[in-house]
């Protein structure tokens, strides 16, 4: 089993920018896909971003599309969201997520382990 911690969540406004962490310990981690979800209020978990084991390929979410970008550091067992132009409807629990293998993964079907999330806020 993969332990995931993520970190780098907080309150910002619009129009700003914030890097989410997620740091991997257990298996080995840089075999595997990685991405992230998040849960708005009131609202079910949506698919955000994925990230291939080798940093291949990544695909997102058409609604963070040129905003967010994905990234990995195996070195580190560590995946990043940076996302720049923040909007208040992307306010959220963010969710780091291992998939299954090394591809991408962009359903909770494919989701092996999950970290217990990071609370973003954007003000308007």
């Known amino acids: 089993q993969v332990q995931l911690v993520e970190s780098g969540g907080g309150l910002v406004q619009a129009g700003d920018s914030l890097r989410l962490s997620c740091a991997a310990s257990?298996?080995?981690?840089?075999?595997?896909?990685a991405g992230w979800f998040r849960q708005a209020p009131g609202k079910e978990r949506e698919f955000v971003a994925t990230i291939s084991s080798g940093s291949i390929t990544t695909y997102y979410a058409d609604s963070v599309k040129g905003r967010f970008t994905i990234s990995r550091d195996n070195a580190k067992n560590t995946v990043y969201l940076q996302m720049n132009s923040l909007k208040p409807e992307d306010t959220a629990v963010y969710y780091c997520?291992?998939?299954?293998?090394?591809?991408?993964?962009?359903?909770?079907?494919?989701?092996?382990?999950w970290g217990k999330g990071t609370l973003v806020t954007v003000s308007s």
């Open positions: 257990g298996r080995t981690f840089s075999r595997y896909g």
């Open positions: 997520a291992q998939s299954r293998d090394g591809g991408l993964c962009s359903a909770d079907t494919c989701v092996l382990d």
